[in-house]
Antibody, heavy 116, light 107 residues
Framework: QVHLVESGGGVVQPGGSLRLSCAASGFTFSRYGMHWVRQAPGKGLEWVAIIWYDESNRYYADSVKGRFTISRDNSKNTLYLRMNSLRAEDTAVYYC?????????WGQGTLVTVSS | DIQMTQSPSSLSASVGDRVTITCRASQGISSDLAWFQQEPGKAPKSLLYAASILQSGVPSNFSGSGSGTDFTLTISSLQPEDFATYYCQQYNSFPWTFGPGTRVDIK
């Protein structure tokens, strides 16, 4: 049974940095592309980034390109999102999702609040 | 970027009703479309991918159709647990994009 658990969210000042983690279990992590998707309070879903199963490719939403970095450690079954130069508009619940048959499994999310 | 639109933005329906939600892409995306259900305060749940293929465990009263630019999600007989917000999402090209959502609530 696929299980994804995000952590690392919290309150950070504008311009600050944060690293999110997503611990995966229940499947062979190293065989799947992985994604981050976010949802601002009361708003819809926004795809953020993808990393290939072997880290050979990464793509980002325009809104985070150059500020966020997606990475993974297949030996630890963990996905990461490094977020720099955070802005108020980055405030959201951040979900990790497995790229199987579409975004077929999601974590419960971790809240990031950017505020002074 | 490919823009996704959904209609209606919200609807009210009764248990047992047939509900149809439409999703349109700003350019052709073949069948590279997924549908998600999200209940308040919960993570999204994948319902369908490739426009019409049900995810494992999703009830058969959900169905999807379409290709190119126009897609539909149909709930053949609305159940109490189906009152939620539904999103379409294209994965034909990066950046992947979601529709704005359709909220289905109780009449």
């Amino acid at each position: 049974q696929v299980h994804l658990v995000e952590s690392g969210g919290g309150v950070v000042q504008p311009g600050g940095s944060l690293r999110l983690s997503c611990a995966a279990s229940g499947f062979t992590f190293s065989r799947y592309g992985m994604h981050w998707v976010r949802q601002a309070p009361g708003k819809g879903l926004e795809w953020v980034a993808i990393i290939w199963y072997d880290e050979s490719n990464r793509y980002y939403a325009d809104s985070v390109k150059g500020r966020f970095t997606i990475s993974r450690d297949n030996s630890k079954n963990t996905l990461y999102l490094r977020m720099n130069s955070l802005r108020a508009e980055d405030t959201a619940v951040y979900y990790c999702a497995r790229g199987g048959s579409g975004l077929d499994s999601w974590g419960q999310g971790t809240l990031v609040t950017v505020s002074s | 970027d490919i823009q996704m639109t959904q209609s209606p933005s919200s609807l009210s329906a009764s248990v047992g009703d047939r509900v149809t939600i439409t999703c349109r892409a700003s350019q052709g995306i073949s069948s590279d479309l997924a549908w998600f259900q999200q209940e308040p305060g919960k993570a999204p749940k994948s319902l369908l991918y490739a426009a019409s293929i049900l995810q494992s465990g999703v009830p058969s009263n959900f169905s999807g159709s379409g290709s190119g630019t126009d897609f539909t999600l149909t709930i053949s007989s609305l159940q109490p647990e189906d009152f939620a917000t539904y999103y379409c999402q294209q994965y034909n090209s990066f950046p992947w994009t979601f529709g704005p959502g359709t909220r289905v609530d109780i009449k």
